[in-house]
């Protein structure tokens, strides 16, 4: 991006601001020894974070023999990312994907993983998730959560792979899985909040810090609590979006005004400790925006997952020109990248607005929802849509009269969309239509681990003994761009992965 490009966008997206809270990394203590040192509590594993990597780890701990494994969470609610997630979850050769002769493998994943990772995503890495990713969702079935009996295409994936949950929403995930960590014996605390780490003499992880009770951003709530932890700790304290400091460290573009899908928790400090212990830092300037997000609303909302169901039939049209302008399930990127590329004549940003046809947009139920709430509209007529968005009608009729044929024809000659999933689903009155604007969502950044899921030293490239990572904490799996789905069976795979390497199993 060019001088001038850069600062248009940045200018833009000012005004746009949706959450514009401006966190600082919580200054944090170094690690402090081992030696002499009073231990409160002790325990066999510590888990830091309450979302999909540390519930999955809680269980697998268990299950694998733990006595006395914690999870300790920094907020009042439990849950994190993960709670508040569009409860998308991916997995090849699933019993759904069976039932509806849908070919797939570990191997086709990985490679829909590697293309949108740009060649720089750790293959091992996604193998071994794709390859466990089918047990991990048996966990959440076993929990006792529950999906619709379809799958979904989400962009970048060549096939429906895509499991939802029947509330469209993490929690429906997170909920069972906690109920069953309580059921299992796995300790669960909250409003406590990772300070740094206890080590021996070696160096090796031997315990934590925690601060507890602690109250969201007030730094001196709460006592220090010294953890020993005999098995190790396992940090799974997800991403850094909301610390709009270390973000825009990163790319100076996501100032605090541009809107951020995140939980206000999801600031980064623990992974920051990892570092200041040697952890190798990877990819942490590879931050992505949801081209599936609304300037309308704060958040997620529920436009996201309203857009994410209908790209597969709908089109994304520039209201400047009336026309497409992209491939509507390329991957994130991709899509982000042209949606900022929508602008008014006088480089302006101008959001893009995507057309579907209600009588395909009702069949989900975030469909009510967006019309409820006023971040949607349904309207009669291609001539209502270009009248309220300011759009050419004659160009905006050819491209729909244009995209009509490619869906009779199965081929998407403009941007080679997969049309499989449009079939028969022609662009018809009445319509719903919702604008588009990307926000701050995944930090394919963070500590390096192996497939162990033990953090690796900088220095010598080897573990560092007693500790462990798992989920969004972590750094180049993903590569450039993370695909849509890809973080559920991430966080739960290298989470149980990290509890099996910590009971030896
Ligand atoms: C709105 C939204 C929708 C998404 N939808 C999907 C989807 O449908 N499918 C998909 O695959 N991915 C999705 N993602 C991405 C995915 O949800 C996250 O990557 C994932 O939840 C991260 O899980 P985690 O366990 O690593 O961390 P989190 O779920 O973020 O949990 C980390 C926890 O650690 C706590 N914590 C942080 N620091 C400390 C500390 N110092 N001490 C103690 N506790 C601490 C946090 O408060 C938090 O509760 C979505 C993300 C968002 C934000």
Redesign the pocket.
Known sequence: MNKIDFLTRRNFIKGLGATGVVFAAPSMATAIAADGIHWDEQVEMAI????????AAGIEAIKHGCKAVTI????A??????????????APNTPLQQQKGINDSVDIMVADQLKSGRGVADEKLLRHIASHARDALQMTIDAGAEYYPYLQQLGGHSVPR?Y?TKVSC?AGI?QPLLHECRKVGVTLQNR????GFILTKEGAVAGIR?RYP?YFEDENSGNIVNIRASKGVLV????F?QNVNLRMAQDPTLTAEVGC??????????ML?MFRLGAVPVHLAYIQS?PWASPDEG??GYV??YA?FNFPHSIAVNCLTGKRFMNEIADRKTRADAELACRDAAGKPLPPIMITSYAHAKEHPTCEKVLKYGVGWKFDSLQAIAKRFNIPLQPLQQQVDEYNAYVKAGDDKQFGKSMAKAKDMYIAAPYTVVRLWPKV???QGGVQVNANAEVLDSNTGKAIKGLYA?????GGIHGVS?L????????MVM?MTAARSMMGA
């Open positions: 830091i974070g309450s979302g999909f990597a540390g519930l300790y969470e920094k907020m609610v439990y849950g994190g990312n993960s709670a508040i997630n569009g409860g998308l979850f991916a895509t939802q993490g997170t406590s909040k990772f300070e925690i602690y799974a304290t997800g991403g979006a899908t995140n939980a206000k928790g999801a600031t980064g400090e623990a400790e949801g958040g997620f996201s997952n994410i969502h995944y930090c798992a989920g969004e904490v972590c993370r849509g789905s890809c973080s559920i069976p991430e966080c989470g």
